[in-house]
């Protein structure tokens, strides 16, 4: 047998030799990964080594006395059967097969092994040889029902070819993708309503059957977008399905359906009180609240609106002795818009210091901020201003705290008397209609509205426009308007 070995730095090329030297009917008899010898062993690289014939040489190395066969349809096991000589391969038991591994770098179809041979093959290769044979490690058995040519390996098969037809898609009518999305947003919907119920801050129960056109558009992106603010998922539901038959009898726009349940929803919740320093006089206004909520900050827009846009006289108060930065930050903004400024250490200092007031300055008391779970040593001030009824006591809340909170405070500084709220801090959040639970659930009025640190530009009085506005980030007054227009 003529028998040719081809090295190469992958087993691809050395077919490729194979198929330009022996032609594309050679037989690969043998794959096997080598190392080259280097200079004292470096500098060597790994190799594949390639043992291949043509058919005229396999022909002619079989016995005379023996009639050629055509063993295409045969196959050849390998086997270590203990009876075999060191020399020869026999079939023995299939548990006994040699060990074989191949190279990672080929596939299993580049490193097959392929003999023809006759019934008594004339070429009885060693141990060594029939160790060196590597395949796939998950081929249990090394198994092959014809040989193959160079030119068969390096043909992709038809199996493998990618598509070139694409595939015919079924046809879906449009009534049932709608009526699929209809389910979708129907899924949705009740897990964002079971998901609200969990983290409803009293425990309320959420009515998951509500109206089935509240799970189609507009009703449904309506719904998605005032969520997605922050306010109660019932809430929304429930106004709207107020406005389902205005809008199918063409009272309501498409483009006013989220106004017209944002606003309904305000309406209905929440409280809207003018400016407690324009109900009474002498106008006497307290701010509680807990700690870095910005009490002090509202105080000066109070003061700067007041003193420069109204032209009164404004009386500053503050208890907050323990901060003497900002008593001194307020003394000194006091003196630059003309106003007085007191500090008082007691309640009897805060009651002597009302009393020397004139009936028509606006007073505004600065009280210390506290935790609300660690209110201990504020009953002597938190029952002298319960019991002054012609002092105005706002809750100062940051919108950025959430419900849970929100509530827990608001039920704690009740110790006060608290006759109202202001919301600072609205540019800070990105669900600031969270907070409309609070004020719903607390019961108190709503007085102001603070976003920002511009005094006294970000201070509004609390009215369901500018609530608006602040929820959905835009001048929601001057929408209105314009729609009417």
């Not at 009876?83 to 580049?110: F, H, K, Y």
């Not at 007691?346 to 935790?371: F, H, M, Q, Y």
């Not at 509004?460 to 227009?485: G, H, M, Y």
């Amino acid at each position: 047998m003529n028998i040719k070995k081809y090295r190469a730095n992958t087993t691809r090329e050395a077919l490729e030799k194979i198929k330009n030297d022996l032609g594309e009917d050679a037989f690969v008899l043998e794959t096997k990964q080598i190392r080259t010898k280097g200079f004292l062993g470096i500098g060597s690289e790994k190799q594949i080594e390639v043992s291949a014939a043509t058919p005229d040489s396999v022909a002619g190395s079989e016995p005379n006395n023996e009639p050629a066969r055509d063993l295409r349809d045969k196959k050849l096991n390998l086997s270590d059967s203990s009876d075999a000589g060191p020399n020869s391969i026999e079939g023995g038991e299939e548990n006994s097969q040699p060990e074989v591994q191949r190279d990672t770098d080929t596939t299993l179809s580049e490193a097959r092994v392929q003999f023809t041979n006759s019934a008594k093959p004339a070429f009885y290769p060693s141990r060594k040889d029939v160790d060196a044979v590597e395949i796939s490690s998950r081929a249990p058995r090394v198994v092959h029902s014809k040989p193959e040519t160079t030119k068969q390996l390096l043909t992709v098969p038809e199996e493998t070819a990618p598509e070139t037809q694409p595939k015919q898609v079924p046809l879906v009518s449009n009534r049932e993708l709608e009526l699929l999305r209809s389910e979708l947003r129907e899924v949705k919907f009740s897990l964002s309503s079971l998901a609200a119920q969990r983290g409803t801050p009293n425990g309320n129960s959420v009515d998951l059957e509500a109206q089935g056109e509240i799970f189609d558009s507009p009703f449904y992106d309506t719904y998605l977008e005032l969520s997605s603010t922050g306010i109660k998922p019932g809430y929304v539901r429930e106004h709207l399905a107020e406005v389902i038959e205005p809008f199918k009898n063409g009272l309501i726009k498409n483009e006013r359906i989220l106004e017209t349940v944002l606003l309904n929803t305000l309406s209905s919740k929440i409280i809207f009180e003018e400016d407690p320093l324009q109900l009474a006089k002498p106008a006497v206004l307290a701010l509680i609240g807990s700690t870095g909520v910005g009490k002090t900050t509202t105080i000066a827009k109070l003061a700067a609106r007041v003193a420069l846009h109204e032209d009164k006289r404004v009386e500053l108060v503050t208890l907050d002795t323990y901060r003497i930065a900002a008593v001194e930050q307020l003394k000194t903004y006091a003196d630059i818009i003309g106003a007085g400024c007191h500090v008082v250490r007691s309640v009897l200092e805060l009651e002597a210091v009302l009393r020397r007031l004139p009936d028509d300055a606006t007073v505004l008391i600065d009280t210390i901020g506290k935790n609300p779970h660690d209110l201990a040593d504020q009953f002597e001030i938190s029952d002298y201003l319960r019991s002054r009824h012609d002092i105005r006591k706002c809750l100062v809340m940051d919108a950025t705290t959430n419900p849970f909170d929100g509530l827990a405070a608001l039920n704690k500084f009740s110790m006060y008397g608290t006759d109202c709220v202001a919301l600072t801090k609205l540019d800070e959040t990105i669900r600031p209609g969270a907070l409309i639970e609070i004020i719903s659930e607390g019961g108190l009025p709503l007085t102001y509205l603070c976003m920002g640190q511009r005094v006294p530009e970000d201070l509004r009085n609390a009215n369901v426009e500018n609530l608006a506005s602040q929820i959905l980030r835009k001048d929601f007054r001057a929408e209105i308007q314009n729609s009417l227009n």
